[in-house]
């Protein structure tokens, strides 16, 4: 943002950090935060700051009372007029972009004197994380933080103008909506008109997206507010944005180049960046994961036939379960070595996933060594040389288990656990997949429960409906969706399907979801209703912004891309909300607390 | 949206309303829905629609069963490939964009067969508007209101790049956030985790746009959702969209020239645009509205004086009065003339407001007639004289009334009327106006009650701080604010102010409200402190996008332009929210319904 481009009326003409050497002579008018103030006796030295930056104030020409100075606390806010100098070569400051001039005052006035701040937002911050909540709009005041703002309000904008120019239309959905069991919980507000009865905030505008549709929108968009009352985890907030996209008439092509447009502008990746596409099985067989970070190898090998039947009994066990799976990562010396002790400790790496340890043995100078080494005989050796990628001398480790998820998750973590603390990865690379051919359903063999796997809403392969329409739990769970994600270094960016269109197809989902037709009817009744009337083709995608502009900046913490973020509790610490609404209120929505 | 600027991937390739004779030859495919079906036996035609237009397909060259088009129900979903061809001469259509050409079909496919629908969305439509909002989907599909929504996503889009370009930062602010007591009703959402405790949603995000602006934000907007929980009008819905901006260091200038190139932008009328001021005083003079309709003259004339002492003992009696006010009206014959039912008929208009009758008298070749005549000395008709802008032969109107906010109100209501019965202005032009110098309080001098004018954070006028300082009612009433709306065609569009960034003045405010210390603490108290540590001066103002997108379309209903409103009792007709929640949820939030 340049000053002369602006409108006029401000009380500055320029920014602070905006005034150079082909500025000097002018006179300018700078408004802004007391950064620093130095006073050398005869010299007088203030530094002052906004948005864009910094400039050094003088007041050698200034014919005021000097004593005005005394009250320019540190985050005061300050006018200053003057005429820009040169500093003198002995001040010059090549560090600072204005460094080579200052502003030699002859008009100043203090706007707003600050009390003692309980931080100061620059510099080395000590205060703790809830000080800094707490006091919001100081931390705010860093450079950091405002210039997060302002890459999210970058990116909103590329996402928007991307659309735009593909001709989608953005369209506002209703924020006070139906209450729907999606899996987490809603929000709901108590009605004062009809009492007894609650709104419910979306989880996500699904089902008015696909109705736009049905309405021949043709081509929707909304970066919409979400809102998820689940127990929060460091990662999540209560509410949070999506860039919600619906479209009429497309194939999984049509998605797959309409992901791939947003991320090549969002990430400025040129026009002829295309998604990697991959299916669930494949990322799976070698990630162990449906979202993996691919900006490093030490991908897996499927070695259950490896070990059926041979001496190792704890993975000839394995093989023999219907579901079992054993998992093999092959580490090269040439790219790291682990330490005995490092070995060891992927044991707790496994833990929390279900596993029991990580066996693993090491080959040096072609002479094999180390936990199960005793049982890797020649042929089960040649086995995996052939399996593998590469070989020679490393280190080989193994995840098992009966249930393949476990395997899966162990390995997994495995994997990524030695990626980040062996820097097996360029931390400024961004790494995209495509995702496809996920599965329709989540079977619980055990229970026998079954859920979506994307959401109700989302097409089976059409070569697969038969599948669908079996009550068998293995038919069920070997059913594909036409669903996708996106994923970048180990996260998800975003996701979608094509969904059902057919008015009959989404009943008997509701069916093997295992809700009654009461239900059904009751909870999305009139959404089934509105398949009957003409119901074009239509498929649809979500990118969460929180994510995409955590992965634009590179911070780890989604506190950093929201302005008022919540704690883990959903707390503002800043207002207090949420706070205890009066009685006269709860009286008036017809409700009481219970005790 | 050109169908070659698309991305590859969608199951047409054109448009319905897209193919022109300059496509003849191409093989094309379409997607649609069926508008008509015309069986002449041997020659059979389809009209397909999509958002963008209608296109006839022939199957003339089609080798299938045509039996298929048997199942070709209005509003099915059908995509069609075939050759685009020219009419014969006799079927050239030229009042239809694609009329002279037809598709010819080779292959078709029924995507989707629809069920006879409750109305169709084409043609004249007999439903009742229930019955339009239960089937909102179908509704929808008329091009009017796609169109309409089309129109919404334009002007978000220019809102948006305007300021962009003014070097402004798109932040969003919570949603869940703290309840505050602003005039209108919140709507409010209990905690799961803090039992008893309630988050409220924003009826703006005024604080918390002031809290970026001492956060260094400098220059914020965010088109964004405000919530009221308000016993509901016509033009009222519970949940709306406003373009919210605020701005450090701004000039109250700099404000106005904000405004004018947003409408300028807005309303497509060039650079040199900008608003036309008039401040609060004048308006209501001579319009007896802060929000008048320019577009015809009748304007007010104050003649309190011209009829004190006079023998007209009514408006003698007003005048007598401390806030008494006698204002006149003068239709020139020129203009229009009155059937003596329609001055009768004013009556009525003026009662809703309070008013008992509207005096009145005619001009006719220099002699006066009628209504008051009889009192009319030639004396006060040389006062009025001297008042108008025209004389001559015509009609003149008066209201009066000891309490001026009920003349003012009459009076406005009489001009209204007119103007609107007598079609007195060009329904297709736009007027605006910058009202400004807008008093700061609301003061009831019989209850003593005072309530903030625009809202408790706005400044009063620096040169008025010693009335604002005051206890005494008549110099708190005399008290302007340094607040603005921006008004078109008889509505506010928007308006703001510049803010209070003073802590004590800021407390001052709230104990002139009448808030108690410990109120204002409970309240606000997070707020006043911020604005300790250094606050900018600030500004800003926001836009109502509803009914800037009605101005922009010329329709009179706000459902017009949401693409799922609720209904006057805040009830969405198609998915019948609010709803009853199920006990597990009310109980899991720890209330229960109030019997």
């Known amino acids: 943002m340049n000053s002369q481009t602006d409108l006029s009326g401000l009380m500055r003409t320029h920014h602070c950090g905006e005034l150079r050497e082909s500025d000097i002579g002018k006179k300018v008018s700078i408004c802004g935060w007391v950064n620093k103030v130095r006073d050398l006796g005869a010299l007088h030295f203030v530094d002052l700051r906004d948005k864009n930056g910094l400039t050094q104030l003088g007041f050698e020409e200034f014919k005021g009372d000097l004593s005005i100075l005394k009250n320019f606390s540190l985050e005061s806010v300050v006018k200053a007029t003057g005429v820009v100098r040169a500093r003198p070569d002995s001040a010059k400051n090549p560090k600072m972009e204005t460094g080579m001039v200052e502003v030699q005052v002859t008009e100043v006035e203090l706007l707003s004197k600050a009390e003692i701040p309980p931080f100061l937002p620059h510099g080395h911050i000590e205060a703790t994380e809830d000080l800094r909540l707490k006091y919001r709009y100081l931390d705010l005041r860093t450079k950091r933080l405002q210039d997060i703002l302002k890459m999210r309000s970058d990116a909103t904008r590329t996402a928007r103008e991307t659309l735009y120019e593909l001709g989608f239309t953005e369209v506002e959905t209703p924020i006070l909506y139906k209450t729907t069991p999606e899996g987490a919980r809603d929000y709901v507000v108590p009605s004062r008109v009809h009492k007894g009865k609650v709104y419910a905030l979306p989880q996500s505008p699904q089902t008015l997206k696909q109705l736009l549709m049905i309405a021949n929108t043709d081509k929707y968009f909304q970066i919409c507010r979400c809102f998820r009352d689940e127990d929060l985890r460091a990662d999540r907030q209560p509410e949070f944005t999506q860039i919600d996209i619906e479209v009429s008439f497309p194939t999984m092509d049509y998605m797959k180049n309409l992901a791939s447009r947003m991320i090549s502008r969002l990430f400025k990746l040129g026009d002829n960046f295309s998604l990697k596409a991959i299916t669930y099985d494949e990322v799976m067989e070698r990630y162990g994961s449906d979202k993996p970070d691919v900006r490093f190898g030490l991908e897996h090998m499927n070695v259950t036939q490896t070990f059926a039947g041979s001496g190792f009994a704890t993975f000839a066990d394995v093989a023999k379960e219907k579901h079992g799976l054993v998992k093999a990562m092959f580490l090269p ?52 040389y052939e399996k593998s990628k590469e070989k020679g ?51 619980d063999f055990d229970t026998k429960a079954i859920g979506a796997k994307h959401h109700p809403f989302t097409m089976p392969r059409l070569d697969q409906v038969e599948l669908f329409m079996s009550n068998d739990l293995e038919k069920l769970a070997a059913c594909k969706a036409q669903a996708y994600d996106i994923v970048c270094n180990g996260y998800e960016l975003g996701g979608g399907s094509l969904r059902i269109f057919d008015n009959k197809v989404q009943s008997r989902m509701f069916e093997v ?21 003409g119901t074009p083709p239509h498929g649809g995608m979500a990118f969460g912004m929180e994510r995409l502009v955590m992965m634009l900046t590179k911070t780890d913490s989604i506190r950093d891309v929201m302005a008022f973020p919540k704690t883990a509790s959903a707390t503002d610490q800043m207002s207090g909300a949420p706070s205890k609404p009066n009685e006269a209120q709860t009286r008036e929505l017809n409700f009481k607390w219970l005790e």
Chains 1, 2 share one sequence.
């Open 333 to 384: 010396t040439s790219t790291a070595t682990l330490a005995r002790k490092d070995i060891d400790a992927l044991t707790e790496v496994v833990k929390p996933y279900g596993g029991k340890g990580v066996a693993w043995f090491k080959v040096e100078a072609g002479a094999l060594s180390g936990g199960i080494s005793k049982f890797i005989t020649p042929e089960i050796l040649a086995s995996l």
């Open 393 to 443: 001398d490393g280190l080989w480790f193994f995840c098992a288990d009966k249930n393949q998820n476990i395997a899966h998750d162990c390995a997994d973590a495995v994997r990524r656990h030695l990626g980040k603390t062996l820097k097996l990865f360029n931390p400024d690379e961004y790494a995209f997949l495509w995702v496809y051919d996920f599965p329709l359903l989540d079977v």
């Open 513 to 533: 979801l295992g809700l009654s037709p009461e239900e059904a009817q009751h909870q999305f009744g009139f959404f089934v209703e509105a398949l009957k009337y």
